[in-house]
């Protein structure tokens, strides 16, 4: 289904709301297609999700360990 730029702009929630339930929109403006606007499949939602997950490990390995002393539970959760 064709939608205008402005047409999806004004009614973006609403647009929203169709795709969730499977509904495909090509985004028009001037009269040509400049987008698509598509439901994400769970298959990808689980890809995006570990790719995520691996750039956050990966960027919490890349940094340095940072030795700052011992404490105990009772200092960790002292609240004076």
Same mark, same amino acid.
Request: hydrophobic share 40%; proline share 5%.
């Given at each position: 289904?064709?939608?205008?730029?402005?047409?999806?702009? @004004?009614?973006?929630?609403?647009?929203?709301?169709?795709?969730?339930?499977?509904?495909?929109?090509?985004?028009?403006?001037?009269? @040509?297609?400049?987008?698509? $606007?598509?439901?994400?499949?769970?298959?990808?939602?689980?890809?995006?999700?570990?790719?995520?997950?691996?750039?956050?490990?990966?960027? $919490?390995?890349?940094?340095?360990? @940072?030795? $700052?002393?011992?404490?105990? @539970?009772?200092?960790?959760?002292?609240?004076?």
């Amino acid at each position: 289904m064709d939608i205008t730029a402005a047409d999806a702009d @004004r009614d973006f929630p609403k647009l929203l709301d169709a795709v969730r339930q499977g509904q495909t929109y090509t985004v028009t403006s001037d009269g @040509r297609p400049v987008a698509r $606007i598509v439901p994400v499949t769970a298959e990808q939602s689980k890809v995006e999700d570990k790719a995520a997950l691996d750039a956050l490990l990966a960027r $919490i390995k890349s940094q340095p360990v @940072r030795h $700052i002393g011992s404490w105990t @539970r009772d200092e960790l959760y002292d609240r004076e």
